[in-house]
T-cell receptor, first 110, second 112 residues
Framework: DAKTTQPPSMDCAEGRAANLPCNHS???????VYWYRQIHSQGPQYIIH???NNETNEMASLIITEDRKSSTLILPHATLRDTAVYYC???????????FGTGTSLTVIP | KAGVTQTPRYLIKTRGQQVTLSCSPI?????VSWYQQTPGQGLQFLFE???????NKGNFPGRFSGRQFSNSRSEMNVSTLELGDSALYLC???????????FGPGTRLLVL
């Protein structure tokens, strides 16, 4: 199963875009990239996922590089409520088991 | 649609006891996965059930078991509790088409 690497922590000024990187260099062709966030020990919240094309929804945008070895989650206008741990996950091609890494702790600063 | 629900939300047990946690998935979802979250080990996959059958299993001892009922509700059981079993236990459900997992709020278990 493909592993992911994320910076342990990041800060972002309120109102600015938060760009969270993720490395997944061993990803296979049919494995999806998922992003979740967890706010203060609540259940992880689904944000967005993608295979090879860039994706956007009401919460965020996901940019996946052409070689699919890395991706970036973009929160366009970060608010204080976006302070959370963000997890980048590569979903296996079979099965529903997600392997969470240590994630990135994002702090949005007023 | 209502989200994933887990009961109870908090639980205190003593070493050696057993515990059963319950998870009700989103209506229509047939896959239920369980995860354990501890400060030291992070979020770890326990097992997944689909249509009442265990489909995947993580690397946990046999004291951790689960089952799924015909209405897709799931329970997990931990026998002979140890102090290290203190954790947040999370349940997630997903549908047949999309395999996006939606998590419940978790059950926080404290073993004394």
């Amino acid at each position: 199963d493909a592993k992911t690497t994320q910076p342990p922590s990041m800060d972002c000024a309120e109102g600015r875009a938060a760009n969270l990187p993720c490395n997944h260099s061993t990803i296979s062709g049919n494995e999806y990239v998922y992003w979740y966030r967890q706010i203060h020990s609540q259940g992880p919240q689904y944000i967005i996922h993608g295979l090879k094309n860039n994706e956007t929804n009401e919460m965020a945008s996901l940019i996946i590089t052409e070689d699919r070895k890395s991706s970036t989650l973009i929160l366009p206008h970060a608010t204080l409520r976006d302070t959370a741990v963000y997890y980048c996950i590569v979903r296996p091609s079979t099965g529903n088991q997600f392997y969470f890494g240590t994630g990135t702790s994002l702090t949005v600063i007023p | 649609k209502a989200g994933v629900t887990q009961t109870p939300r908090y639980l205190i047990k003593t070493r050696g006891q057993q515990v059963t946690l319950s998870c009700s998935p989103i209506s229509g979802h047939r896959s239920v996965s369980w995860y354990q979250q501890t400060p030291g080990q992070g979020l770890q996959f326990l097992f997944e059930y689909f249509s009442e059958t265990q489909r995947n299993k993580g690397n946990f001892p046999g004291r951790f078991s689960g089952r799924q009922f015909s209405n897709s509700r799931s329970e997990m059981n931990v026998s002979t509790l140890e102090l290290g079993d203190s954790a947040l236990y999370l349940c997630a459900s997903s549908g047949d088409r999309g395999r996006t997992q939606y998590f419940g709020p978790g059950t926080r278990l404290l073993v004394l």
